[in-house]
C-alpha cells in the first residue's frame, strides 16, 4: 500500500467515526426532544378533555295529568344526572328519578318569549357542561308550540348531544279531555293559532273549519270579533277550557258572540285552550272526564302517611282531588320485651296459631324477624289466620298462604265467626299469638277465649295521634270546603275529630267496615257509603258510586251538578 493510500484509508476512518458521532448525537438529540414532547402533548390533550360535555333529552311530560308521562320518559328519567325543570308542576315526574338528582330550576326566566326562550336554553347549555345526563322537562311536546326546538338548536350550537320524547300536546290532549273531538265526518280540518306576542292576519281563516286557539285569554274578545269579521258565524260553537287534563278542569261553553260574557259569568281565569266549529257540539255526548263520579271534589284522606297512595290513586281515577292529612303516626311498642318473648315462644313451638288483624301487624312481626335473623321458615307447623285481603297479601310476601280468612265480613268479628273451637284431640296447642295495635278491641280475644283458646295479645306497635293539621285545613274541615272525608280505621275517627274537629254536615262521610261506621255515628257523623269489603280501592269505590247516584239523581231532577261542599246545610251531621 502506497503512503498516499494509507492517508486515504485513514481519512475515511476517520469520517466514517465522525459521522457515526454525529448520528449518535442527532439520535440523542432526537430522544430527548422526543421524550420531553410526549409528555407535553398528553398534557395538552389531558388538559382539552377535562370532562367531556354532557348530553341532554328534552322531554315532553303532557299538558298536566301526570299519567301522560309517557314510558321513554319514564325511563329517561330514571338515567338522569340533573333534571332542569320549570317549577312545581313538573314536581310529579321527579318521583321516577333515583336519589341524588340535581334539580335545576328553570322558572326564574321573566320578560318576552324570546327572552325567556333564551335564558333557558343558556340554563339547559349551563347544566348540560357540567353534568353528564341531562333531563330537560317541557310541558306539553317538546317541538309543539313549545320551546324545546329553540333550546335544542342552543344546544347544537354548543356542540352538545341531544335527543327529543314526544309528549302530548295540549292542542289535542286539552279537546279530548273536554269531550270535543277535533275531527269528524264532514269536519276534516283544523288550523291550531298560536296567539302569544303574534300579530296574525285571521281574515284568512276558513270558516268551514275547526279552529284551535292557544294564549287567546288576553286578546279574546278581540280575536272573535276578528273572526266574526273574517265571515265566521257569530253562533258558531265555542269551547274554552283551562286547567286542561287535570282534576282542576273546567270547561265553559258559548258561541263566538256570547263566549267572553260567558267566562266572565262562571269567573273562570287562566290561559284556556279554545276550540272554535261544529265539533264543539259533541261534548255533550262524548265528555268523559268532567262527568267521572268524582269529579273535582276536595276528598280528605286522615291516615297514616306511609298507607295512603294507594287510595289517593283510586280517588284520583274518579277524579278527585285528595289530600292527605296524617292523623295517626305507627311506632314501636314502649315495652319491646313483650314482642320479643313471643317470638321466642313462636320459634319454640308455644303456638298453634298466629292471627294478623293488619298490615302493620305483619310488618312488626317481620322486622322482628329481621332483628333476629329470622325468615318464613320459622311459620313451620303453624297455623296462619288473616282479616282482609291486604293483611293477606303482606303475608303472601313472604311466601305464605293464610290458613284462615274470614268468608264474611273482614272484621274481629269476622274472623271469630269461621275460628274453629279448640280440640284435645287435634290441637296440640291451645294458645294464640295475636301481635295488634295498643288500642285494639278486645272483640278478638274475647271470642278465641270462649271458643276455648287461650291468647296472647301482644302489642306489637303503637298508634299516635299526629300533631294537628295547619289552620287553613281545619278550617276547611270545620266549614264544610271538603266534599268528602273517607276514614279507614275507628282510630282515624277519632284522631282526626280529636285534632282538627267534626266534619261539617255537608262532607260525605265514607268508611271501610263497620268497625269504622260505629265509631263514626258515636263521634256524630252520619255515613254515606262503606265499602263492600275492608280495602282502601273499595273504599274509593263505594264512594264513586255515591257520587254517581248523587250525580244521577240532580241530571234526572234537570238541577245544575254540584259537589256536597256548594250545596251546604246548616247543621252538623247527626246519625
Not at 507 to 534: F, N, W, Y
Request: proline share 6%.
Amino acid at each position: 500500500m502506497t503512503p498516499a493510500q494509507g492517508t486515504t484509508t485513514a481519512a475515511k476512518n476517520t469520517a466514517h467515526r465522525t459521522s457515526r458521532k454525529t448520528t449518535r448525537a442527532k439520535a440523542d438529540v432526537s430522544a430527548k426532544t422526543a421524550a420531553t414532547a410526549v409528555p407535553q402533548k398528553a398534557a395538552t390533550s389531558t388538559a382539552k378533555q377535562t370532562k367531556p360535555l354532557g348530553h341532554v333529552t328534552f322531554v315532553g311530560v303532557g299538558p298536566g295529568d301526570p299519567a301522560l308521562l309517557t314510558l321513554a320518559g319514564r325511563d329517561v328519567l330514571a338515567n338522569a344526572d340533573a333534571v332542569v325543570v320549570e317549577g312545581p308542576e313538573h314536581d310529579a315526574f321527579l318521583t321516577y328519578c333515583r336519589p341524588g338528582v340535581e334539580i335545576v330550576d328553570g322558572s326564574g326566566a321573566e320578560g318576552s318569549r324570546a327572552l325567556r326562550v333564551a335564558a333557558r336554553a343558556r340554563l339547559v347549555v349551563k347544566t348540560a357542561k357540567s353534568a353528564a345526563n341531562v333531563v330537560r322537562l317541557l310541558t306539553g311536546d317538546p317541538f309543539t308550540f313549545s320551546s324545546g326546538a329553540e333550546e335544542a338548536a342552543a344546544c347544537k350550537k354548543a356542540g352538545i348531544g341531544f335527543n327529543v320524547v314526544p309528549g302530548v300536546s295540549e292542542v289535542s290532549a286539552v279537546p279530548t279531555y273536554a269531550g270535543i273531538p277535533l275531527t269528524m265526518k264532514g269536519d276534516r280540518e283544523v288550523t291550531v293559532v298560536d296567539l302569544a306576542e303574534n300579530k296574525l292576519d285571521l281574515s284568512r281563516l276558513q270558516p268551514k273549519q275547526t279552529l284551535v286557539l292557544l294564549n287567546a285569554s288576553e286578546v279574546l274578545k278581540e280575536t272573535v270579533g276578528a273572526l266574526v269579521e273574517a265571515g265566521f258565524d257569530a253562533s258558531t260553537p265555542v269551547a274554552a277550557t283551562v286547567c286542561g287534563t287535570t282534576t282542576s278542569q273546567t270547561s265553559v261553553v258559548g258561541t263566538l258572540e256570547t263566549i267572553v260574557t260567558d267566562l266572565r259569568a262562571a269567573k273562570v281565569t287562566g290561559e284556556a285552550v279554545i276550540v272554535i266549529g261544529a265539533v264543539v257540539e259533541q261534548r255533550e255526548a262524548l265528555s268523559w272526564f268532567e262527568t267521572k263520579p268524582l269529579f273535582g271534589w276536595r276528598i280528605l284522606v286522615p291516615r297514616t302517611k306511609d298507607q295512603a297512595g294507594p287510595l289517593m290513586d283510586r280517588l284520583r281515577r274518579y277524579g278527585a282531588m285528595p289530600e292527605e292529612v296524617p292523623t295517626i303516626s305507627v311506632e314501636p311498642p314502649r315495652n319491646p320485651q313483650q314482642m320479643d318473648k313471643a317470638i321466642r315462644g313462636l320459634v319454640e313451638g308455644r303456638y298453634e296459631w298466629v292471627a294478623f288483624t293488619s298490615v302493620n301487624a305483619v310488618k312488626a312481626v317481620r322486622e322482628k324477624f329481621d332483628e333476629y335473623g329470622l325468615d318464613a321458615r320459622a311459620f313451620s307447623g303453624l297455623k296462619i289466620a288473616a282479616v282482609g285481603d291486604k293483611t293477606a297479601e303482606a303475608i303472601g310476601a313472604w311466601g305464605i298462604r293464610p290458613d284462615l280468612i274470614p268468608s264474611g265480613e273482614q272484621s274481629a268479628a269476622g274472623l271469630v265467626e269461621d275460628w274453629p273451637p279448640f280440640d284435645e284431640v287435634l290441637d296440640p296447642i291451645n294458645r294464640v299469638f295475636l301481635p295488634r295495635a295498643d288500642i285494639a278491641t278486645e272483640t278478638l280475644v274475647a271470642g278465641l277465649t270462649d271458643l276455648g283458646w287461650e291468647v296472647d295479645d301482644v302489642t306489637a306497635y303503637r298508634t299516635v295521634r299526629a300533631a294537628p293539621p295547619p289552620a287553613p285545613t281545619r278550617e276547611a274541615i270545620k266549614s264544610g270546603k271538603f266534599d268528602a272525608v273517607v276514614f279507614t280505621s275507628s282510630s282515624t275517627v277519632r284522631n282526626l275529630v280529636g285534632i282538627a274537629g267534626k266534619p261539617h254536615a255537608s262532607t260525605v262521610i265514607g268508611v271501610i267496615g263497620p268497625a269504622t261506621l260505629k265509631t263514626a255515628e258515636e263521634h256524630g257523623l252520619r255515613v254515606d257509603a262503606m265499602a263492600e269489603s275492608p280495602s282502601v280501592e273499595e273504599l274509593a269505590d263505594a264512594l264513586a258510586r255515591f257520587g254517581a247516584d248523587r250525580r244521577d239523581t240532580m241530571v234526572e231532577a234537570g238541577e245544575p251538578v254540584t259537589r256536597p261542599s256548594e250545596r251546604r246545610s246548616g247543621s252538623r251531621r247527626k246519625s
